[in-house]
């Protein structure tokens, strides 16, 4: 039963130690120990893409040896994948907000949160195990297609355990946000009155569900091939490798939309919230998300166009890929449709949208080429591919990660960053960001094949501007860091609604107290963007 | 001093979402062997001849006793839901300890089946084994990975249940409080439902 617990004091006052963090049932304290080791990780993962970059600043051999290069990015592709991206916005800003956003005091399973967590550092450990026994880290690039992953002496059988259990981790948030909002939704908040964040945890948390599962097996047949040296998917000893390319793809193709459609729903929050503007087509936005869940399920063989699929095959994957696009584009519609007439405050946040919209658009554009199967052919394994996910996942996911994290720093520790200093962060970022990923579009076209630490001089322009890019958004993220770092500590204190949101959250205190509210959250009238002028 | 607790507390008992997170975790389960099984029809759609031959080598007997042993052990963990809702907890107990031997005999004519086949050198690694054709090898290594993986759910559930009768003994689980039975039971039946599927894949297909 549940028990009154004051409400005078906030989540991080209640109880103090190193045992009331690691082992506490309160989700807000999970989704911030996520966050901590998401970000650790995700510096991890940029240091080694600087590595990678500052390789590439000239031909030949600068700083690293092939092998080494292939183990530095597979890594890098291995972190940033599993343990940055796939967790990032469900595991910290879902885990702290969606109960609040609901209007509940947490989430349907907390034992089970704090066991999604612990498998979350269980995998972290394996992955870091294979820095430091046997021959290193995998080699095989982040997708381990056999039959290299079966042959290569590196670690794979460790990284591919980190991955099957972080897989283990993601399908247990997501089947504990599925009945969180389905039950413990405020009384009167039907799912057409629901957040659109939640509205895309729901639909992330289905795809978590249903196709993690087949990744997990995948991987463990791997491990049991090296084990056992049976050829289940190498071609020397019998097996299939296009079965494990379906295999892989089945589950990671999905994966992008685990990826991307949280950080839409933020987006559809911080339009709102900052154009002070009912978002346009609610209901659009809703159920597309629930449509590209349900698509994304069938085009992952746009993925394996030069895999020696048969033709009709290849057609019906390349119509699927662009069916795919329409209700991500619908999405890109509203808000800008929001935007349009709206009373816009220009904050950081909002900053943070805006270029997500811009970047997520050459990302997805640039997918559109992709999934163009004559295009594909020319363009499949060169940098063009590079630069598109990176787009994607970085300029989309990263982005709105970083919006998020300014638009509820407020909330979470009742302080207000410099603003000034954010913008000049934020500025950085997106300036370097472009000048890192967007000439490798253009080398992909020119020829540039992606997994090489080499290349061909006439290569070598391009290749400096990308790296000098990669240092500006270095400058850019440490300023932002830093900027937050010491707001936490002396920024200046907020009331509950720094925004003048009419969001549910930011009817509680900042930060909120252990149960989330001292008052009952009460349901904005007209809808939960209705704003009234 | 405020305070307050919400009408939709999480902290309130929910025996409903109990049952949804347990249904929502069987999909997961069957997708888990939803990947296996798509192995198995590729390759046997490649290699029909070798997994046919291959096939001619499992006992038969075994796995039709095997079957009725779970079969059975379905309707011994569904009677004892019965049962405890009607507040026959002497009975309820009676059918899981049914349940729970069910479990152990169905492991117990794993073990020897397997144990023959060992003893024949069918294993990976084995002399047999490594002179076989690679259709029959993926036949038997797949007939490992998959009923051993199915065996290594019933040690779970078997678990899982033996968890379930200490709190039905102390009266935590009661003819009220009864989701969490109620769930070994799912789980039970989902363990049953596996093998319902992989029986014939390995044992009856000709
Ligand atoms: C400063 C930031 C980053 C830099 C400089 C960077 C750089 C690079 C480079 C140069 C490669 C290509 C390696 C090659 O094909 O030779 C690469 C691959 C990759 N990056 Fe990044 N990256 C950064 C951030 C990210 C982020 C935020 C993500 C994901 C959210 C990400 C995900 C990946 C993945 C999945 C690969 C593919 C690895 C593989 O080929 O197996 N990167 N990165
Ligand atoms: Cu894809």
Partial sequence: MATAISTEKNFFEIKKGIASWLFTLDHKRIGLMYFYAIISFFLVGVILGLLMRLELIAPGETIVKPTTYNQIFTLHGVIMIFLFIIPSIPAIFGNFFLPIMLGTDDVAFPRLNLLSWWLYVGGAVFALLTLVVGDGPADTGWTFYAPYSVQTGTNVTLSVLAAFILGFSSILTGLNFIVTIHRLRAPGMTFNKMPLFAWSLYATSWIQLLATPIIGITLLMIVAERVFGIGLFDPS?????????????????????????????????????????????????????????????????????????????RVIFSILTFIVAIPTAVKVFNWVATLYKGSIDVQTPLLYALAFIFQFLIGGLSGLVLAALAADIHVHDTYFVVGHFHYVMFGGTGFAMFGALHYWFPKIWGRMYNKRTANIGFALLTVGFNFLYFPMMILGLMGMPRRYYDYLPRFTDLNVISTVGSWILAIGLIIMLWNLIRAKKTGEKVGRNPWGSISMEWQTKSPPPLENFDKLPELNEGGPYHYKH | MGHLVLPNSGHNRDPEANKMGMWLFLFTELLLFGGLFIVYFVYRSMNSDAFLHASYELDVIIGTINTVILITSSMTIAMSITALQKGNKKLAMYLLWATQAFALAFLVNKYFEWGIKIEHGIFPGLDHYNHMPSGEKLFFFLYYFMTGLHALHIIVGGIFIGVVMKKVQKGEVTGERISLLENSGLYWHLVDLIWIYLFPLFYLIH
């Avoid at chain 1, 892989?248 to 987006?267: K, N």
Wanted: aromatic share 18%; net charge positive.
């Fill in chain 1, 237 to 313: 000893i019998g097996g299939d490798p296009i079965l494990y390319q379906h295999l892989f793809w089945i589950y990671s193709h999905p994966a992008v939309y685990i990826m991307a459609l949280p950080a839409m729903g933020i987006i559809s929050e911080l339009i709102p919230s900052f154009a002070k503007r009912t978002i346009f087509g609610y209901k659009a936005i809703a159920y597309s998300s629930m449509a590209i869940a349900f698509v994304g399920y069938f085009v992952w063989g746009h993925h394996m166009f030069t895999s020696g699929m048969s033709g009709t095959a």
